[in-house]
């Protein structure tokens, strides 16, 4: 992390955090640009408004060796101070399709590739169905995916693998600030803060980046995730006999070159 963010990031005082990213903002972005997004931090949040993931996953066509893996929640400030806004995940989703690979823990390793990207999508989910107790729909990053042995596909059942970050690249980023002595960027804060899942935790940093455009360039299964909305569903209990379809042998590293692109949307 390049020292201007670090000095964004260590400032307690929310005033002070207000007017060093207000006279900052053009370094903070072209760095922000500058550094890939492949690793997670824990932050405070509210734990009072987390809850269960639940979701009729017959509507998602899963096989019983399949997984639906969130990679990202839109609308969500995360650890990052990032919102991913709607659509921001379109054009990478069209370019890369089934491309997009599956690691662990943002492990640039053949090793590390743990399942089968089977499809990525853009849909619409519920909010509650991600784990956040709140009413209306989000879009989310997601992937179908199908692990390449029966012991991951177990901990994905039994719910002891829960979430996922997605690395990526920023394409399109801005910097809305809470200020209105800077009439850009307090315009910026404003055009989407209503949106905003838990607009508390922007209030009260008073700042967020708002990102418009992104490269996915791997889906990671984590334990602490950046983006807490990114849970995982299947559509068999932990009791259920795993399939003998799943193998148990090392993924082959080598990734398919076909393109497609698949845009779904859950309608409640």
Known sequence: MSEVLKGLTGINNREDRIRYARENKGEIILHKKMMPKNDSLIVKVDESMFINPVFDVSLLGLKDDEVLSVSNAVNFFDSHKDVSLRDSWNKTVSDKGNRIPQLLNHEYD????????????????????????????TQVLAYKIKPYSNEDLI????????????????????LGIDDPDDEEAYKLYLSHIDNIINREAVEENGFYFGVESQEAIENSLVVFASNRLTPAFTNKSIDSEPPNSIRNEPPNSTLKSQDYSILLELKR
């Not at 990525?120 to 169905?129: D, G, H, R, T």
């Not at 901990?155 to 801005?174: M, N, P, V």
Request: charged share 25%; proline share 4%.
């Open 110 to 137: 053949p090793r590390n590739l743990f399942a089968k990207n089977i499809e990525s999508m853009v849909m619409e989910m519920p909010i509650k169905a991600l784990g956040y107790d709140m009413d209306g729909t």
């Open 155 to 174: 901990k994905y059942q039994d719910g002891t693998y829960q979430q996922h970050s997605a690395g990526l690249r920023y394409k399109k980023i801005w």
